[in-house]
């Protein structure tokens, strides 16, 4: 049971560039989330899904795009990285409505935009 | 808005010195306080959801009560391994959980 993964785990782009990070679970949770997490900031959610082929936005989605073909996995694009998306990207799923159940994070993706 | 301040940004403590964390926020409706710890180049880990004030949970030496204005994890006599960061976050029923800073915290053997 590896529970939630992410890949890759590093990765350093150039402005303008694009790349798509990986998630993936396998508690059968119907909910996923995307999180950025920076310095003095805290964790601040991106987008999220409450199921299958549904994404919706968070707090800070500018600049990114998500999706949820299967339940397993949730995908999070940047289509130009500018360097304020330099962060420290968390993936994280739940059984229920967040209130309801914990959620369980990845191991996170360190991205560089230079 | 729903705000979530944690206090103090960093704490080092001696092994064996007890002490506290504070969470407190501010949001209209409160449905539940998770506290997470975070070890460094790592996702956070679960630890304790309060649902109600009054509650508490208890977990080997960490002890989370909440109130109506905020939660306290209390500490008791620290282990070097109990080094992390601590972060707080409210759920609220709208989207997902709200996360404050965290609190990082150095037990010294």
């Known amino acids: 049971n590896a529970g939630v993964t992410q890949t890759p785990k590093f990765r350093v782009l150039k402005t303008g560039q694009s790349m798509t990070l990986l998630c993936a679970q396998d508690?059968?949770?119907?909910?996923m989330y995307w999180y950025r997490q920076d310095p003095g900031m805290g964790l601040r959610l991106i987008h999220y899904?409450?199921?299958?082929?549904?994404?919706a936005k968070g707090e800070v989605p500018d600049g990114y795009n998500v999706s949820r073909l299967k339940k397993q996995n949730f995908l999070l694009g940047l289509e130009s990285a500018a360097p304020s998306q330099t962060s420290v990207y968390f993936c994280?799923?739940?059984?229920?409505?967040?209130?309801?159940?914990?959620?369980?994070f990845g191991p996170g993706t360190r991205l560089t935009v230079t | 808005e729903d705000q979530v301040t944690q206090s103090p940004e960093a704490l080092r403590l001696q092994e064996g010195e007890s002490s506290s964390l504070n969470c407190s926020y501010t949001?209209?409706?409160?449905?539940?306080l998770f506290w997470y710890r975070q070890d460094p180049g790592k996702g956070p880990e679960f630890l304790f959801t309060?649902?109600?004030a009054g509650e508490e949970k208890e977990k080997e030496r960490l002890k989370a009560t909440l109130t109506k204005k905020e939660s306290f994890l209390h500490i008791t006599a620290p282990k070097p391994e109990d080094s992390a960061t601590y972060l707080c976050?409210?759920?609220?029923?709208?989207?997902?959980?709200?996360f404050g800073s965290g609190t990082r915290l150095q037990v010294q053997p």
């Open positions: 994280a799923s739940s059984q229920q409505t967040s209130g309801r159940s914990e959620q369980y």
């Open positions: 508690m059968n949770h119907e909910y």
């Open positions: 899904s409450v199921g299958e082929g549904t994404t």
């Open positions: 949001v209209s409706g409160l449905r539940g």
């Open positions: 309060l649902y109600s």
């Open positions: 976050a409210v759920d609220t029923g709208r989207r997902a959980l709200t």
